[in-house]
């Protein structure tokens, strides 16, 4: 499909509304794109295939409430989108770096202040760029997309020098190869171009995302 989203060597990107009204009126692609996105269709057998989490481990996140989900019933989850599947990628992704349960429990802020700055961040990873999630788990968590030079860089994370509460990072990119790979859904499919980029199809068909780029006269500060 065309690339409507600028590749990672081709300067800044818009980033999206927040207005839901604005997003279907100026960038109906990106707002389907979304929707899809934060549609509720996976099962818990799903979640187990892609990332391979347990039923019992799903049940134990749940009752250490570090899952943001309720049961429709004692004997079905309720339906996860691939946001949260996204979502619970990064909830094991810490997990596996073996920070204690107590600390994800008391202080883990990452389902409520990633979907906003997931969704300022998805124009770039889309394009393909690289980013990471970086958190101190106690007051703040935030994504950071690296320019477009410092792709094999170290990430430089602004942070107060006198922190003494370790810092978290955890890169996207990686998470969302897998998860392109392993969503198996008949109606959308996620595709991984030669670029690194991504691209969607709905029902077989390319879904068009309108150009997010800046003029030069758009772009904060210039001059």
Known sequence: MEHNAEGRNNGQLRALPENQKLLQQGYPGWAVLI???????????????ILGLTYRQIHHWSSRKLLWYERDS?????????????????????ADLGIPFDRLQKSFIIQMAVPSHLRNALPHLVAGREGCLFTDFESFCDILIPGSDSTNKSVEVPIDSKSEEPIIILKLKPILDMLAKKLDLTEFKVCINKDRSYSFQINGGPLQLEDLRYTKQEVPGAR
Do not use: Y
């Open 74 to 94: 004692r004997g079905e989850w309720r339906r996860f989108s691939i946001a949260d599947i996204f979502g619970l990628a990064l909830i094991k992704s810490v």
């Open 35 to 49: 929707a899809k996105l934060n549609d509720p269709t996976l099962r818990a057998k799903d979640v187990q295939r």
